[in-house]
């Protein structure tokens, strides 16, 4: 049997996803390993975790694969002497130390041609401002510094022996051009960070190397290779993604930015296409938090809250638990539930919790439309979408029905589909999508609840400037 594998380098593990050429997935393996918060606001890995991890998932798969493709965490820095030997723990996506190397990029480069350049502003997510933190406080790493990596390309290193990336995780350094599908000289020379260090960046399904005589594919970050495991190959259906963080993802017909960079432009896996997406911090993790503080379950917090009519008689949460990234990019937004009464139960604030969530996913959809984006189905995914009261929250919110896929596999499996790119077993992304990605079920607004989720998405926008002068700075 021709066996398809997917590797996806997460940030609390790796997973590894065995799949046939019709979409099957037949074996499974999972890897964990740790995350090191050194200080506040810090998040930090050791490479070689994710190496072992991977070996560990790979022999555990146990299948001779004809193809494999690489997903990973995004942004994370991760950095090679001349040996090609690790020079520090990386650092990654959810660290938040640069926020002053955000503003001396976004001044060096210039904000609008920043924009326009790599399609978007400087975050501090990104790995370029990781590379100006480390010549500003690590000097003495920095200057031994011959390779930049990112997490998954580690693992390729590990495994192919090849330095390469992807231009959909290559987007994610705000050192490409995105337009160009190309690292970009002029932020390279306005930040005197040298192209040498830098990787041969490919197009998703290229073969990057060979583990023996194993084809791999140079793969996606997380989030590209999610889409595609949805089936968002293009422009068409959106994906919203509902898990730890939200996420709202559209395929595009070109390369095209928000003038104010509120929603992220990159290089799709699809030679030749792009896609935009809006980023909320904290969706199911405003869920679990809820969980936390009250000691019930997920059944019983969406048990109750399905008790509740549309919103909750006035009560609205905010979900701006870790700051929030779209649409305001303001580390210091905080969370809160407003209009509560004596009235209010714990089911009440379950089901503010998924209508606040909610109305954050559609401030994303809503700026994607701005950029063009015609959104008439969603493919929904991630923890969250297992709940068909928050999927009809959501649909009703967003105005669209949200199909599920038979396979909920993530990041994973859109690799897998890359590997058999690679591999010749489709002769595009677009047929491993057509022959693997199938649709289960369907989850359509209710015309009941749109005119209530109207009138609540009015009162959730107007809370954020209400509450923002009250912010209290970390």
């Not at 990234?325 to 580390?331: A, N, Q």
Request: net charge negative.
């Amino acid at each position: 049997m021709t066996v398809l594998v997917g590797i996806d380098v997460g940030t609390t593990g790796v997973k590894a996803l065995a799949v046939s050429p019709e979409g099957e997935v037949l074996a499974t393996a999972e890897r964990g390993y740790a995350l090191s918060t050194p200080r506040p606001g810090w998040s930090e890995q050791d490479p070689e975790d994710w190496w072992r991890a991977s070996e560990e998932a790979l022999g555990e798969l146990g299948v001779e694969p004809a193809g494999i493709g690489l997903s990973g965490q995004m942004h994370g820095l991760v950095c090679l002497d001349a040996e090609e030997r690790v020079l520090r723990p990386a650092i990654l996506w959810n660290d938040q130390r640069t926020g002053a190397e955000c503003a001396e990029i976004e001044e060096r480069v210039g904000l609008e041609r920043l924009i326009a350049l790599t399609g978007n502003r400087a975050l501090t997510g990104f790995t370029a401002p990781k590379l100006l933190w480390l010549r500003r406080h690590e000097p003495e790493v920095y200057a031994r510094i011959a390779h930049v990596l990112l997490p998954k390309d580690y693992v390729r290193l590990k495994l192919t022996g090849r330095r390469a990336i992807d231009v959909a995780d290559a987007s994610g350094t705000l050192l490409f051009d995105v337009a160009g599908r190309r690292w970009s000289r002029e932020v390279l020379d306005a930040l005197e960070i040298p192209a040498a260090w830098l990787p041969e960046a490919l197009e998703s399904p290229d073969v990057s190397g060979r583990a023996g005589a194993v084809p791999v594919a140079a793969g996606a970050g997380d989030q590209p290779a999610a889409a595609l495991g949805v089936g968002i190959d293009g422009p068409g259906p959106v994906s919203v993604v509902l898990g730890t963080s939200g996420v709202v993802l559209a395929g595009l017909p070109a390369f095209g930015a928000d003038p104010q960079a509120r929603v992220q432009a990159f290089c799709h896996a699809v030679p030749g296409g792009w896609y935009a997406m809006g980023v909320m911090n904290s969706a199911a993790g405003s869920l679990a938090w809820l969980r936390g503080v009250t000691g019930a379950g997920f059944g019983e917090l969406t048990a109750e809250a399905a008790g509740w009519e549309p919103g909750a008689e006035g009560l609205t949460f905010l979900p701006y638990l870790q700051g929030e990234r779209t649409p305001h990019d303001d580390p210091g937004a905080r969370g809160a539930f407003a209009g509560l009464t004596l009235r209010h139960d714990r089911g009440a604030l379950a089901r503010a919790v998924l209508e606040g969530v909610a109305y954050g996913l559609r401030d994303s959809l809503d700026l994607l439309r701005a950029l063009g984006v015609e959104a008439r189905v969603g493919r929904a995914s991630g923890g969250g979408a297992r709940s068909e009261l928050w999927l009809g929250i959501v649909a009703s919110t967003l105005g669209i029905p949200l199909e599920r896929t038979v396979s909920e596999e993530g990041s994973a499996y859109g690799a897998a589909l890359l590997g058999g790119v690679a591999a010749g077993v489709f002769a595009d992304v677009h047929e491993a999508v057509a022959s693997c990605v199938r649709v289960r079920d369907t989850v359509e607004p209710d015309p009941a609840w749109q005119e209530a989720y109207a009138d609540g998405h009015r009162r959730y926008r107007a809370l954020y400037p209400a509450l923002r002068p009250l912010e209290v700075s970390a």
